[in-house]
């Protein structure tokens, strides 16, 4: 009775903990009773266990003995690993569900440098192979070859998100994929929002990184569509034939005139009402026009955001184009026709 009712305690402590308003950047977390129950009765594999059945033992030992901010757990798959970031985003005070798709996407430049991509990379680096960057139609593409096909749907309560991360996969010196890093994020209402029950509830951010080794990627190659996976192709590092990213241009003509500000800002807002830019991306190059401190370029992408806006928009309508000018000519031609 005492040990059952540490167990209740417990779990009502988590209960009404979780109701009060926080945002969570730390991977630290509430569990909730369910979380407590798999604490307290399911057994965790030790650093040294996971490494030793390891089909990767390079890879599960960067990532088994290694600190990461967000990830609360780690776990063994037939041929991998799952990192997993419950609560990622702890979001009760300032996002909810109809602005967590773009809170989300807005981190994804975010997940390509944060410290499980480092020593994702660095484990790669030193055992002498290169890799390739996806952008997140990529990503989608290899995580529906991995489960054989049809990916969870979006319910009432959950929202998942496939497409809106990097992929990054290595690649042997003769060309052949050796591993992958996957991401798949899973939104549902806090527990503050459902408790309140809510029509636009706060919304907690979870995410599940998978790490997939050869014997899985041998699974994955007779599932996955190559010519996807090469369109959304982001850059190559290390390998023979490295690649370019696409040309793109977030810039616009610096001009001291009002009329030229203004057409400049007209033609960002076509974009964002086509869905090409988001509200925070509008809002940023609007100050750049009002600051008239914008100068002109036609560079390579200055970041991989802004390589998958552009490969986005060719996605959805079709088109060609390799860079923001050509974009937001296009939305202008398009509104005079």
């Known amino acids: 009775m005492k040990y059952w009712g540490h167990v209740v305690s417990l779990s009502m402590a988590v209960m009404l903990s979780g109701c009060a308003s926080s945002y969570s950047d730390s991977g630290t977390f509430i569990p909730s009773p369910k979380d407590v129950g798999n604490m307290l009765f399911s057994k965790k594999e030790t650093p040294q266990e996971l490494i030793a059945k390891s089909q990767d033992k390079e890879l599960t030992k960067t990532f088994a003995e290694g600190k990461f901010a967000k990830v609360t757990s780690i776990n063994a798959l037939p041929y991998g690993l799952l990192l997993e970031c419950k609560r990622l ?6 996002i909810y569900l109809s602005q967590s798709r773009q809170f989300y996407r807005g981190k994804s430049s975010d997940f390509l440098n944060d410290d499980i991509a480092k020593a994702y990379i660095d484990t790669i680096q030193k055992r002498g192979n290169g890799y390739s960057i ?24 959950e929202i998942y998100m496939y497409d809106s991360d990097f992929a990054i996969v290595e690649y042997n010196k003769a060309g052949e994929k050796v591993s992958a890093l ?9 527990q503050l929002g459902s408790t309140m029950g809510d029509r636009d509830p706060a919304v907690t951010i979870h995410q599940n990184i ?15 569509n190559n010519t996807t996976l090469q369109n959304n192709l982001y850059k190559s590092v290390g390998l023979d034939m ?5 040309a793109v241009s977030t810039s616009v003509s610096p001009s001291t005139s009002s009329d030229s500000k203004a057409n400049k800002i007209k033609e960002l807002h076509e974009l964002y009402k086509s ?10 190059e609007k100050t750049k026009i009002l600051n008239n401190d914008v100068k002109p370029s036609t560079s390579v992408a200055s970041s991989p955001m802004e ?3 552009v490969q986005k928009f060719n996605q959805q309508n079709g088109t060609n184009f390799t860079s923001m000018k050509e974009i937001q000519e296009y939305a202008i031609t398009k509104k005079q026709q």
């Open 89 to 94: 985003y702890e979001t009760d005070s300032f």
């Open 134 to 157: 996806y952008n997140g139609e990529g990503n989608q593409a290899l995580l529906k070859a991995y489960v054989g096909g049809s990916l969870k749907e979006n319910t009432k309560t």
């Open 182 to 190: 996957i991401r798949q994020a899973r939104i549902e209402p806090s």
């Open 210 to 224: 998978f790490v997939l080794f050869d014997g899985e990627l041998k699974k994955v190659a007779l599932n996955i």
């Open 242 to 246: 490295p690649s370019t990213p696409v």
């Open 275 to 284: 869905g090409a830019l988001s509200e925070e991306e509008y809002n940023k």
């Open 307 to 309: 390589a998958m806006l």
